[in-house]
């Protein structure tokens, strides 16, 4: 697998079949190199990937992430291959321990220690019998990644990382974890408005949710942040740290940031007015075939 250095990060479950099938030709055709779709409370993701792998032809398609809860590692491990083998390769497994509150709180499920949990979980699907015919090459798996336990595991067990809501500062320390030869795929949120009060209003909506959610608050204190920047939908010195808004030349130059901070890929989620990605902001970043 050959992953370019830009991607897309979207959540499709507000698209029809139909239109997610549309938006990902899009990105095909715009040259992004990847597009990697959400999991928690939509459509089961290895089924929506084996819809858009359907529909592209050298699109990389990645699941970000698969949430190890929502199946066991037999059939994770049975899907990986099976998408790879009928892609020729295009299927990127993103996996992760998801948080408390959808594991408990939406899906009825005991939430195990993340670090040791996944790792149980990479031994079984290592382990796990395939009798189909085979992908022709090793599929990769990355591991959502935040804090170092769990970001060193994504460098032993694993092909690599991609971190979420995090910053340029965040992607050098997991490079330094991860150390050389291992992928890091780091997702970036975007905003194209040059207004500060109208891209940091659209940012609060669109952090809201995270600010309530353990994982995220505690990698944010690890780089700095205290309790004073997770009041009032977030302080301005934390929302225009994890999303960067601006015009094309401002979104780039933090693109560039995580590039030179270690990031071998870095997929843009441009947030945009509803819940759909801005194309017109994936339009400008297009790096074209």
């Keep these: 697998m050959k992953l370019k250095k830009l991607g897309v990060w979207a959540g499709t479950d507000g698209f029809s079949a139909a239109d997610a099938a549309a938006f990902a030709r899009r990105l095909e055709a715009w040259g992004y190199g990847a597009l990697w779709v ?3 409370v939509g459509r089961e993701v290895f089924s929506a990937c084996a819809w858009l792998l359907a529909n592209t032809s050298d699109l990389i398609i990645a699941s970000g992430i698969a949430n190890i ?11 990986q291959k099976g998408l790879n ?11 992760g321990v ?11 499920l005991q939430y195990g220690k993340p670090v040791a949990t996944m790792r149980a979980y990479l031994r079984a699907m290592a382990e796990a019998t395939y009798q189909a015919v085979p992908p022709a090459a090793s599929p990769i798996t990355v591991l959502a990644a935040l804090g170092p336990k769990m970001l060193k595991l994504a460098g032993e067990s694993a092909d690599g990382a991609h971190p979420y809501n995090v910053t340029p500062e965040h992607t050098r320390q997991a490079r330094a974890i991860l150390g050389a030869g291992k992928l890091l795929c780091v997702e970036q949120g975007a905003i194209l408005e040059t207004n500060p009060a109208a891209a940091r209003a659209m940012a609060r909506r669109f952090l809201a949710m995270y600010l309530g959610l353990p994982n995220y608050v505690d990698n944010w204190r690890r780089l700095g942040f205290t309790d004073a920047d997770f009041a009032a939908g977030g302080s301005d010195r934390l929302v225009d740290a994890l999303i960067v808004w601006g015009d094309e030349k401002a979104i780039h130059a933090r693109i560039d940031e995580h590039w030179q901070a270690g990031a071998d890929h ?10 759909l990605p801005d194309e017109r902001l994936l339009g400008l970043l297009a790096p074209r075939p």
């Design 38 to 40: 959400s999991e928690a």
């Design 69 to 79: 809860y929502a199946r066991d590692s037999f059939s994770a491990a049975a899907a």
């Design 85 to 95: 083998e009928q892609s020729g390769g295009r299927f990127l497994l993103g996996l």
């Design 98 to 108: 998801s948080h408390i509150p959808l594991v408990e709180g939406v899906r009825k």
């Design 266 to 275: 870095v997929c843009v989620q441009a947030i945009g007015p509803t819940a």
